[in-house]
């Protein structure tokens, strides 16, 4: 068993011939999350049956752009059409300047970046991986457009799209949002906006990128709520973009580094290896409702304890 610090998380790492022996409930330091990567077939029912959740180490978040934002919306929950519509009129009334930028010019990514260090500052384990893409971003070779949004000549959001025409993808890739137009949710306008872009060059798909899958972590619950009313859902990173990327499977020991609830989406039939969908599985010491999670591609939401010990309530 080795035991990492994941940024702040403290991940016990175990291979199929510990699992008999739980190791890790012998260990004299605190773990956090116990994980077997790439489980072979032959440790699923013993990994069930302890707790663990197999799913796809990462998840990308995808949706059709449609062949137009009317056909696009359409398909949208009535509460996710609601939210855009209201981000909009906010945007409206405060006289919000939005501006495309292609390619993205040097100081308005560096008023960006700004204020996207601030925004993963305030975060609990907030990492700050867009800082390292800047050269990308301005000398490629990738290519990036940039929506931004202005309030008078200061910059309170925005969003950096990366193209990808191999895969005739349009990647989400960072965003940032000023504090006060947070709370208005003004990424419900530069998100719509930016897929537009993106329809307007030919692409059919957009993504939110790919994601660790442990919301709880650097990324919290709340997120499936607000990427689902925009239109996308997840699915396996490696069936969609990403072929080199594997399962584990996780078994949460305990919430003090993790917000409660945490939500893993994992694999629907935990034994079937051509299983594909997901459901998600919540874990958390008081009870939930699973109905705030509720999502149209998860064909259930399953709770537990920490430890994998039956769920609250």
């Known amino acids: 068993m080795e ?64 062949a137009d934002e009317a056909e696009f919306m359409a398909r949208l929950e009535r509460s996710g059409r609601r939210d855009i519509r209201r981000a909009r009129g906010r945007a409206k009334e405060a006289d919000l300047r939005q501006v495309t930028e292609d390619p993205v010019s040097e100081a308005t990514l560096d008023a960006f970046l700004k204020l996207y260090e601030e925004r993963v500052g305030d975060m609990r384990f907030g990492v700050p991986f867009a800082l390292q893409y800047r050269d990308v971003i301005l000398h490629g070779p990738d290519k990036f457009f940039g929506v931004f949004a202005f309030e008078g000549d200061e910059l309170v959001g925005g969003t950096l799209v990366l193209e990808r025409p191999a895969d005739d993808t349009a990647v989400l890739r960072f965003s ?9 949710s003004l990424a419900r306008c530069l998100y719509p906006a930016a897929m537009d872009i993106a329809r307007a060059k030919g692409y059919t798909r957009a993504t939110l990128g790919n994601e660790p899958n442990l919301l709880g972590h650097l990324t919290r619950p709340g997120l499936l709520v607000f990427k689902t009313d925009l239109g996308f859902r997840a699915v396996p990173s490696q069936d969609f973009a990403d072929p080199q990327d594997t399962d584990e499977a996780d078994l949460v020991l305990s919430l003090a580094a993790l917000n409660d609830p945490t939500l893993i989406l994992g ?14 599985y919540l874990v958390s010491e008081a009870p939930v409702d699973p109905a705030v999670y509720a999502a149209p591609f998860l064909t259930a939401m399953h709770q537990q304890r920490p430890g994998g010990r039956a769920g609250p309530g």
Do not use: N
Not at 31 to 49: F, N, Q, Y
Not at 176 to 184: N, T
């Open 3 to 66: 035991i990492r610090d994941l940024y702040g998380l403290t991940v016990a790492l175990i291979g199929p011939a510990e699992l008999a022996d739980e190791p890790w409930t012998r260990a004299p330091e605190h773990i956090d999350v116990v994980r077997m990567p790439e489980p072979p077939a032959d440790c699923w029912a013993g990994l069930a049956s302890r707790g663990f959740v197999r799913k796809p180490t990462t998840v990308t978040w995808a949706a059709e752009l449609r």
């Open 176 to 184: 940032a949002v000023s504090a006060e137009w947070r709370k208005v």
């Open 267 to 280: 694999y629907a039939d935990q034994a079937d290896p051509a299983e594909r969908r997901l459901a998600g």
